[in-house]
């Protein structure tokens, strides 16, 4: 473990480390692999019980895979996944399952993710059924309290997905990954699809169900704004890599990754208090096939210095008031 990620807090319940998802390119009559797509390249970080950090990045920039590869719903290049100190990536197919009711995911598509010839009891219900955990008036009693739980009247129980409104169906999603009693939550995008005003209404309730059930968020989000309104700390990922780690408050008032300055910059936040220069980002993403050598973000960066080219930026870690923000720039 590094120790420098670490926060003066408890263990974490996830630690990920130096995790990597490449996928291949295939090409020509014989699908050769021609290339690979460093989606996830070389990203650590720690996620306490509890709390939430957000991980958030332009579209393309690997959020998604590298939650999925976390969870192992697809299986990581290379790298290691501790949960509850135990290494995911070694585990074998029955200890995956068992540590998987403790690990949950809600997507960001509420209409695509909840399959619309299953009944919200159905879709609810059938972890509870799979792992043999409750079955007949327990299993009723459970999913009624679930939903209800979720805002939703459990007398929806025997309706289908389709009718019901996106933000509904998003307190289906979440219902159904309370159901088995996680720790653990991947939120990916799990409000992007929603009008604001629903976002908000969702917001709140993951965030009075991790007060209540002490849970863990992962939360994914291109969105900065959202981000802000749930995170308590917030990983910065670009092309592949996490470029900035830091709590919430710090990360808003003095980024120190370039490219955190300019997604903040370009996100305002309306508080006198926090003042940024407007440094927009210009030109495009780099293809993670052919990912810039040294930082990633050479090519777009506006303090660019001849060595960001050539050599890796090391971690620095900026210690203030007991809080670390961790910033992988040659500049610090
Ligand atoms: N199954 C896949 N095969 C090949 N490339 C993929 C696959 N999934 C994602 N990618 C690529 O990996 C990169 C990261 O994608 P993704 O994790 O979805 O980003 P984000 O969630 O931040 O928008 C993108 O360039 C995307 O095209
Ligand atoms: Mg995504």
């Not at 993710?113 to 043999?132: D, F, Q, Y």
């Not at 908000?200 to 991790?210: E, G, S, T, V």
């Not at 930026?313 to 992988?328: A, C, F, N, Y």
């Amino acid at each position: 473990m590094n120790k420098t990620t670490l926060q003066n807090k408890t263990t974490p319940l996830l630690t990920v480390k130096n995790l990597k998802k490449h996928f291949p390119v295939r090409s020509g009559f014989f699908s050769h692999i021609s290339a690979w797509v460093k989606a996830v390249d070389d990203i650590s970080f720690d996620v306490y019980a509890g709390e939430t950090l957000g991980l958030v990045g332009e579209s393309g920039c690997g959020k998604t895979t590298a939650g999925r590869a976390l969870l192992r719903l697809i299986e990581p290049t290379s790298g290691e996944v501790y949960f509850d100190n135990k290494n995911l990536l070694k585990m074998k197919a029955t200890e995956l399952r068992q540590i998987r009711r403790q690990m949950q995911v809600i997507f960001q598509d509420p209409y695509s993710s909840l399959n619309p010839r299953m009944t919200i009891g159905n879709i609810v219900g059938e972890a509870l059924k799979v792992h043999e955990i409750a079955t007949g008036e327990a299993l009723k009693h459970r999913l009624e309290e679930l939903l209800d739980r979720v805002g939703l009247s459990p007398s929806y129980h025997s309706r289908y997905p389709h009718e019901f409104s996106g933000g509904q169906r998003q307190r289906i999603g979440i219902a159904r990954a309370l159901a088995l009693n996680p720790t653990f939550i991947v939120c990916d995008e799990a409000v992007s699809a929603l009008d604001v005003s629903i976002q908000a209404q969702i917001i709140n309730l993951l965030r009075d169900l991790q007060a209540e059930y002490h849970l863990a968020y992962l939360f994914i989000s291109h969105d900065l704004n959202v981000v802000q309104h749930i995170a308590d700390r917030i990983a910065v990922m670009y092309l592949g890599k996490i470029v900035e780690i830091a709590p919430a408050d710090t990360l808003f008032k003095s980024p120190k990754h370039p490219y955190t300055q300019a997604l903040i910059a370009a996100n305002p936040i309306p508080d006198p208090d926090i003042k940024h220069e407007a440094k927009l980002l210009e030109g495009d993403v780099p293809s993670p096939v052919n990912p810039p050598s040294g930082c990633p973000f050479h090519t777009r960066c506006p303090s660019v210095m001849d060595k960001c080219k050539h050599i890796k930026p090391p971690l620095t870690e900026i210690k203030k008031e007991g809080k670390s923000q961790i910033v992988w720039c040659h500049l610090h």
